[in-house]
């Protein structure tokens, strides 16, 4: 799970959720992995950001730009897996699905996507980034 939130953090916070290792197989884990919040460094399953904008240090409406890499593991290589997303649909329209794997950049709302996003984890691994804009 992703968002944005008031009174949440850019950075660790206590609505970041770390992640369990599997504790078996087959698994199938999303994990948002943040080797960059030093002692707190390591994978989660949630990752919330600050839902305010800043303009010189004070707060203006509309949520801000955002971008959340996160990652599928498998101990199956070769599994095919369906992402699919819900979010209000002004949210959604203003956001992006980039696998960093093939390069490819979706649009979530395009008709083409409505039933979600089809990959397949070949190495046991998929790498994405969920991309908002912002609003304008």
Avoid: C
């Avoid at 819900?86 to 696998?99: A, H, K, T, V, Y």
């Avoid at 794997?101 to 397949?120: D, E, I, M």
């Avoid at 998929?126 to 912002?134: M, V």
């Amino acid at each position: 799970m992703l968002g944005q939130l008031l009174g949440a953090r850019n950075g660790r916070d206590p609505r970041d959720l770390a992640e369990l290792p599997p504790f078996g197989t087959p698994y199938l884990t999303l994990v948002f992995p943040h080797a960059e919040w030093g002692a707190s460094a390591g994978d989660y399953a949630s990752d919330f950001r600050s839902a305010q904008r800043l303009s010189g240090g004070n707060p203006v409406p509309g949520l801000p730009a955002a971008d959340w890499a996160f990652e599928i593991r498998t101990d199956r290589p070769g599994t095919p897996v369906v992402l699919t997303w819900e979010g209000p649909p002004e949210i959604l329209q203003r956001s992006r699905l980039i696998d960093r794997t093939s390069g490819r950049t979706l649009f979530p709302t395009a008709k083409v996507n409505a039933q979600g996003y089809r990959v397949t984890l070949t190495t046991g691994k998929g790498a994405f980034t969920w991309r908002y804009l912002g609003q304008p």
